[in-house]
């Protein structure tokens, strides 16, 4: 029988980097997915990174992961959103070679002694509460944790109009027997929605009367491990919009939609509508966009993000020919909403090991969330903690003001959802201190200690640090000026000379003028001048995480009885038993509770154990 | 924790107060108030305290290193001299080295989480905090605590709708939608001018213990030191049966239902003869312009008499008082109350009427009386605003004006809750078209 330390279950975003991760930390791991060649497959937009997404990437990056290279392999367009705004809200985003990148992620797996199963679990072999291992139909596999990746998959529905179709994703067969097993165990579940639009021939369509929005240059990379070193082919994204008699169509048949016929019981999220969706909700909008992103280098095909859809065929057809560009589309595939089984993430620890299952974890859309970058976190997150309990390390848990992975994990596991998650930077009440471009600066001395970045690695990036104070010192701190450059181009005369760090920290200075940078100090300098931007708030960021620190980690018993608190208001009460805080941090972090309340609870926990005591 | 003071003493006029500090750190934070390091755990010394470089008093210290202290945290104590100046000064002194104001029943809360309380002690703890939380809006009338909280949440309504648009235009700027429309940062600065005003209408409440005063005026020999003294439960002003015997003005306080006075008492005025005769009249007379309630006081049922010294006070608050009830009755349609100086007959319900003219003057100024914590969060959560309005307003950095606007929120946060990530990320979605 074969054994391992742990098994995976699921070769999407989280799956692999599990997987992975387990790999590094230098133990071994099954990973058993449906179909060998289907591993890394991208199942919605081909696009990596975005707002608070790339945020995630370059985490993700900074711990040795695997989904920002596959990135650097197989992009074709990059762009940084937000280029006019701060540092902090910039996000790369980066449209992919759909089938460069899965071939990324196989050949990187493929390097590493993982060893996969073209299996269908179908059972968890469980003893004592605690997962041993997996079932499938032919075989018994066991691991001494099991992590489950089960995306889209879990008793997986795909709705085109009345047309209903098992499976998780196109071409594809759904778990249905695993959905069983988990239902079976009692477990608080739910059902979500997601949803895709039609797949259509590049050929087919009409480019030229289309914005063309090509990507930035020079070429940045998405992992900063500078292991891809050349881009491949880069490529344009066209934008194109509906119209009036697009919407037209879309309303008259909206009750043919699988989301309006009630068939799907799912919840979708609301900021990924449907296009019938856009034009109920919106009435007064008489056009939205729709980004023509292409599938790959030489492949025939684009994912026109902005019109998914569960529409029925025929109306899918009438309402694609209406938009200018896509009057004589060649579909390929139709759009589809697909649900899935998750399980409410309130019910597994901080570490993504289940509260009601030991040695079993959990990573990915299964929790609720969506997006590949969401899952893969999740993913390395869990095989992370599953290696850590094997090799008696301690839980690895990253906090709210040091990651967006940290912001995520809380969120999940206090809050539970709503919908189906994902991330933006709103999110992050520590956003000042999470950029995108310091990941490496917040974790990655940590994740080596995880035993999970190697060595030459670490010292790479400790030189890095040294060079930067270096040059923070010598060029900035040490060179003092007399006068310089207004935004309005006017030239500021001082009383006397003072330093460039210093003259950074004034609201008017013309960034750009103060200093020339040549390729060895721009990013040095960029990072400078926003550190000293952000330093009055991010101290005062960070007093607010010291203030609170030692009473934010208070834990909350299980077992407290809120409405035997007084003090407390219904409206208050009624909030804390349905988000069941584990910490009084997370208690503070739920709407509408006051200061005050918060003193209440820590007072009455307090006073429960000196009754304990007592008694 | 964060480190917290409080003055243990009333805030009012006294030969010493006494302020308490408590929290992590608070040590290491003296060398920046005191002129020389303090002498270690619980011993006494004298030092000379800073604010803004300038002396403002010299002060006892004494410093509890926790565990061994009453909250067991690090602490200290300051004894200085009792005048409100000194007192404001020291507050500000600590504030100026980042000391919170404690919140209501934070040093017992303290005190308890440490193990410093047991449980019968801790009883009171919640009640504490639960009572001063219903208080926490102290107002004259229910119905204007339900109005102010509701102002306040009309207000992080507000800041909310500017996060929604700033927020989004983060986290959507390729939606193409129009988050930031041309009015918006107009609409900003309307905001802050009317949560200035609403902040104008808020009183104070320490403010309103130290501000009012009270002064006793009434014919000579009326007995206005006698009630004055028995007011203050002590001698203080100077008692004579021989006629014009006060010939300065008394100031002294009485607390009475957490509200202090401030009450003078005056020279007596000659009914009969000419109004200005002496010095000490002459001051009481013109102290009326100065004070918020008028007390006569009163040994006759004479209603020109009265109606005399009420038209002298015709633009304060006026209280009849009739005092030798123990001589005589009085007619008791003159009156507001009546008492014996004498006797101390009738002086709880004097104190009453007392407390409740002087808040009735407030209400007049004032829509609301809150904490003064409550004014400092306030005043925090607009310059937070006006930081925000300038930065969109020159169009720099909008991350920046997004993190102010959430600290401007946070700040109000405290009467009304945390509005959470997700909520606001529910504002957007229901407001704007968002998804691809």
Not at chain 1, 14 to 37: D, P
Not at chain 2, 30 to 59: A, S, W, Y
Not at chain 2, 336 to 361: M, P, Q, R, W, Y
């Amino acid at each position: 029988m074969d054994k391992f330390d742990v098994i995976v279950v699921g070769g999407g975003h989280a799956g692999a980097e599990a997987a992975h991760a387990v790999f590094r930390s230098g133990l071994k791991c099954a990973l058993v997915t449906f179909e060998r060649e289907k591993i890394g497959q991208m199942s919605c937009n081909p696009a990596i990174g975005g707002l608070g997404k790339s945020h995630i990437v370059r985490e993700i990056d900074a711990m040795g992961g695997i989904m920002p290279i596959a990135t650097d392999m197989s992009g074709i367009q990059y762009r940084t959103l937000n280029t006019r705004k701060g540092d902090a809200v910039q996000a790369l985003r980066v449209q992919c070679d759909r089938n460069l990148y899965k071939k990324a992620i196989q050949k990187i797996i493929s390097k590493t002694n993982i060893q996969i199963f073209e299996e269908e679990v179908e059972d968890l072999l469980i003893q004592k509460n605690s997962v041993k291992g997996v079932i499938t139909k032919n075989k018994t596999i066991l691991g001494s944790k099991t992590i489950l990746t089960t995306g889209t998959f879990l008793n997986g529905k795909m709705y085109k109009g009345d047309e209903i179709t098992e499976g998780g994703r196109i071409g594809d067969s759904s778990s249905k027997p695993l959905s069983k097993k988990l239902y079976s165990l009692r477990l608080p579940m739910g059902r979500l929605k997601t949803g895709t639009p039609a797949r259509i021939k590049l050929s087919s369509l009409d480019l030229s009367v289309m914005e063309e929005q090509p990507g930035e240059s020079p070429t940045p990379f998405m992992s900063l491990t500078q292991e891809v070193k050349k881009h491949q082919k880069q490529l344009s994204c066209y934008i194109t919009r509906t119209n009036p008699k697009t919407h037209k169509i879309i309303s008259k048949n909206t009750h043919l939609s699988a989301m309006y016929s009630g068939n799907i019981s799912g919840i979708g999220p609301r900021y990924c509508p449907s296009i019938e969706d856009k034009v109920y909700k919106f009435k007064s909008k008489e056009s939205h966009q729709i980004f023509i992103e292409p599938e790959g280098i030489n492949k025939d095909l684009v994912y026109p993000n902005g019109i998914s859809t569960s529409l029925p065929k025929k109306i899918q057809e009438e309402f694609i020919y209406s938009i200018k560009g896509l009057e004589n589309s060649k579909i390929e595939e139709y759009g589809y909403a697909v649900e899935y089984d998750f399980v409410d993430p309130r019910s597994i620890k901080k570490t993504l090991e289940t509260k009601f299952l030991s040695d079993f974890y959990l990573a990915g859309q299964i929790n609720g969330t969506t997006g590949y970058e969401e899952a893969a976190a999740q993913g390395l997150m869990a095989g992370i903690n599953a290696s850590n309990k094997i090799q008696k390390r301690k839980e690895f848990i990253l906090e709210r003001s040091e990651s967006y992975i940290g912001v995520m994990i809380y969120d999940l596991t206090n809050h539970g959802i709503t919908e189906p998650y994902r991330m933006f930077t709103s999110r992050a009440e520590h956003r000042l201190l999470l950029s995108q471009n310091n990941a490496e600066q917040r974790l990655l001395t940590k994740a080596y200690k995880q035993n999970i970045v190697c060595e030459s690695r670490l010292n790479n990036f400790l030189k890095k640090e040294d060079d930067y104070k270096r040059f923070f010192t010598n060029q900035l701190e040490k060179v003092k000026i007399k006068n310089f450059k207004n935004k309005k181009n006017n030239t500021i005369e001082l009383n006397e000379k003072r330093s460039i760090s210093s003259i950074l920290a004034r609201p008017d200075v013309d960034e750009t003028k103060i200093f020339k940078t040549n390729k060895d100090t721009i990013e040095f300098f960029k990072r400078a001048s926003t550190e000293i931007k952000y330093k009055g708030y991010i101290e005062k960021q960070l007093r607010e995480i010291n203030k609170n620190k030692k009473q934010n980690r208070k834990k909350i018993p299980e077992n407290i009885d809120y409405k035997n608190i007084s003090g407390l208001s219904n409206e208050v009460v009624e909030k804390l038993l349905k988000s069941k805080p584990d910490t009084i941090g997370s208690a503070s972090l739920i709407e509408g509770v006051t200061p005050a309340a918060i003193n209440l609870i820590l007072v009455n926990i307090k006073k429960t154990e000196l009754e304990k005591i007592n008694a | 924790m964060s480190v917290v003071f409080a003055l243990a003493t009333p805030a009012a006029q006294s030969a010493i107060c006494v302020f308490r500090v408590s929290g992590k750190g608070c040590l290491d934070a003296v060398e920046k108030i005191f002129n020389k390091p303090v002498q270690k755990h619980k011993t006494f010394c004298i030092r000379k305290l800073f604010h803004q470089g300038r002396v403002v008093d010299e002060v006892g210290v004494i410093t509890f290193s926790g565990p061994n202290s009453y909250t067991g945290e690090d602490a200290f104590e300051v004894y200085g001299h009792g005048g409100l100046g000194v007192m404001s000064l020291i507050v500000e002194a600590f504030k100026g080295v980042g000391f919170e104001e404690a919140a209501p029943g934070e040093f017992t809360k303290r005190a308890f989480l440490n193990d410093k309380l047991s449980l019968n002690e801790a009883e009171s703890v919640a009640d504490i905090i639960e009572s001063n939380n219903a208080e926490d809006v102290f107002l004259s009338s229910q119905s204007l605590a339900g109005d102010f909280t509701k102002k306040v949440i009309d207000f992080s309504k507000e800041i909310d709708f500017f996060r929604v648009r700033v927020e989004g235009e983060i986290d959507f700027s390729d939606e193409g939608e129009d988050f930031l429309d041309s009015m918006l940062v107009e609409d900003l600065g309307l905001l802050i001018s009317n949560f200035e005003l609403f902040v104008g209408a808020c009183m104070n409440k320490k403010e309103l213990s130290v501000k009012k005063k009270v002064l006793f005026i009434g014919p000579v020999n009326s007995g206005k030191s006698s009630v004055f003294n028995r007011l203050l439960g002590f001698e203080r002003a100077l008692v004579s049966s021989v006629p014009g015997t006060t010939r300065d003005l008394i100031e002294s306080e009485v607390f009475y239902n957490n509200m202090s006075f401030s009450v003078s008492d005056s020279a007596g005025v000659r009914e009969t003869e000419d109004l200005i005769e002496a010095k000490g009249i002459d001051l009481g007379i013109s102290e009326v312009s100065k004070a918020d309630v008028v007390v006569g006081i009163f040994d006759s049922s004479d209603e020109g008499v009265i109606n005399k010294f009420r038209e002298i006070s015709a633009e304060r608050v006026f209280l009849a008082v009739y005092n030798k009830l123990d001589l005589s009755k009085a007619d008791k349609k003159l009156f507001d109350c009546c008492v014996s100086a004498k006797t101390g007959e009738g002086f709880d319900h004097f104190k009453k009427v007392l407390g409740g003219a002087f808040i009735n003057k407030d209400i007049r100024d004032y829509d609301y009386l809150v904490r003064e914590r409550h004014i400092d969060l306030f005043n925090k959560t607009i310059s937070s605003l006006k930081s925000a309005e300038k930065r969109l307003l020159d169009n720099d950095a909008m991350e920046l004006a997004a993190e102010d606007l959430r600290i401007s929120r946070a700040y109000i946060g405290d009467v009304v809750g945390v509005k959470t990530s997700d909520s606001l990320l529910g504002d957007i979605f229901s407001s704007f078209c968002i998804g691809k």
